[in-house]
């Protein structure tokens, strides 16, 4: 019997929109998801995601009898963490992807930020709350999004799965519209946690992996100092940017691989 890999996702991909990823790593795991987080209307978007780290949990409980292993990008990799810190004992590690931990002076820069409003205007979240909702057809979504250089970088593979999973079609003549609630995308945005950094002084329960993008912004603006508190020294790069399991996705897998066959041996 395979042993298991929750994934969670980065805010505004459903889970599927990383096909490619997992079709990799399943001749060693079985992998499992929620499709997209932050949707149920039991489990709302709330300041520090306390209900998103339920919905997962909620999950883990239901699906599973013994540890998982916990993969995550971006918001999924926060999660991933969180759940840990949470219920440790339903957990055998962690491997976030791209998902640094904001703490110290970064932290209270956060928080007030968040009170007043400067967070939108630093983050995606801006942008998030006018974002197209709808397209004519499947090719003119996909032209749309092609067209954009974040999205040109990405392996066609994963641009095509987000197209089909991410902006389904809706309607008989074939009109598209995003999946991903973009009002949830916005709250995301707007509730990133400023105190995880906190509830890791002592480190981690469990063993965590972070493999960072050579070029992510958002390593750039927080920092790794805090990450290691829960990685130590099982910090590993790949090249991209913060969408680099978008961009590259085998490579990503391999590198999970790795990493999980790392955090098996060293936890």
């Given amino acids: 019997m395979k042993n298991v890999i929750h994934f969670s996702h980065a805010n505004g991909f459903p889970a599927p929109t990383y096909r490619t990823l997992f079709a990799e790593l399943a001749d060693d795991y079985e992998i499992r998801f929620v499709e997209r987080i932050g949707h149920d209307p039991r489990y709302p978007v709330t300041r520090d995601w306390p209900h998103l780290v339920e919905e997962l949990l909620a999950d883990i409980e239901r699906s599973y009898e013994q540890p998982v292993w916990l993969v995550g990008h971006s918001l999924g990799g926060y999660l991933s963490l969180m759940a840990a810190l949470r219920r440790p004992q339903w957990v055998r590690g962690v491997v976030m992807l ?27 979240a801006a942008a998030t709350r006018t974002r197209r909702t709808h397209w004519a057809s499947r090719d003119e979504a996909w032209r749309h999004f092609h067209a954009k250089p974040a999205f040109a970088r990405w392996d066609e593979r994963v641009l ?20 991903f609630d973009r009002r949830v995308e916005y709250l995301i945005y707007r509730t990133l946690p400023h105190t ?72």
């Fill in 98 to 124: 791209d998902s640094p931990v904001i703490a110290g002076w970064r932290s209270s820069v956060l928080r007030v930020s968040q009170w007043t409003g400067l967070d939108e205007r630093l983050s995606p």
């Fill in 196 to 267: 995880l950094g906190a509830r890791l002084a002592h480190g981690a329960p469990v063993p965590v992996g972070f493999i960072a993008g050579t070029r992510s912004k958002e390593i750039r603006q927080v920092g790794l100092a805090a990450t290691r508190r829960a990685a130590g020294e099982r910090i590993e790069w790949m090249e991209g940017s913060h969408l680099y399991p978008m961009e590259r996705p085998i490579d990503t897998a391999r590198a999970v691989l790795g990493m999980l066959r790392r955090l098996g041996r060293e936890g």
């Fill in 160 to 179: 095509s799965d987000y197209i089909d999973f991410g902006i389904p079609q809706t309607a008989p003549d074939g009109s598209r519209s995003l999946a």
